[in-house]
């Protein structure tokens, strides 16, 4: 039965367009970046017509929830694996942070759904396993992930954190980050910056 639901989630066509992105060869992404355009696009609830049915939003969020996110969310998973980070190569570095920056924007436009996936997959945990990264910007976009996360003041969120002992990633990336002041120091400092106010 799960093999029949897996094929049958690897023949949509969102899927197609996830896929194509993922395995885009040009060493600039530069067709995944227009397919992560093309996705938001297609994700981005303001731009869902309105309709007398209000559940059609709900339905397909729900719908990309169950059957496209995983495979959005696969390369991720696949390289955050026992809290090290495996392929930390430039062109893997780019595409993770292409899908960093397209689950940020799951975190601000789909609270709930965004939510329930995050808490059940500990996804904040093995997006903060990139904060070791050698490419700077890759960490950065872990770090605005779980900024989004804590701007959002959600009680769920901050228990999740607290409990799983998540700031350790972020102290720990700004202990090896010395005594440089650059882009990192400044946006851990402007994390811990927004807690205390």
């Known amino acids: ?14 899927n197609v367009v996830i896929e194509q992105m993922i395995c885009d060869t040009d060493p600039e992404l530069g067709g995944a970046v227009q397919l992560m355009g093309l996705l938001r696009t297609l994700i981005d609830p303001e731009n869902m017509l309105a309709t007398t049915n209000k559940t059609e939003k709900s339905e397909f969020l729900n719908f990309f929830y169950n059957h496209c996110m995983h495979v959005l969310t696969a390369p991720l998973l696949t390289n955050t694996s026992e809290d ?27 609270t709930y759904h965004i939510k ?8 904040l945990r093995r997006v903060l396993v990139l904060m070791n990264s050698k490419h700077t910007f890759l960490a950065l976009c872990a770090l605005r992930f779980m900024r989004r996360i804590i701007g959002l003041k959600d009680e769920f969120y901050n228990r999740y ?37």
């Open 1 to 14: 039965m799960q093999e029949a639901q897996q094929s049958d989630d690897d023949i949509l066509l969102i």
């Open 84 to 110: 090290k980070y495996e392929k930390d190569n430039y062109q893997t570095a780019q595409l993770l942070a292409l899908i960093l920056e397209l689950l940020t924007f799951c975190v601000e436009h789909h």
């Open 116 to 123: 329930n996936y995050i808490m059940n997959k500990d996804l």
């Open 161 to 197: 954190i607290t409990k799983g002992n998540l700031f350790e990633p972020v102290i720990n990336a700004l202990l090896d980050n010395g005594t440089r002041y650059n882009l990192l120091n400044s946006a851990v400092i402007e994390l811990f910056e927004f807690i205390r106010v």
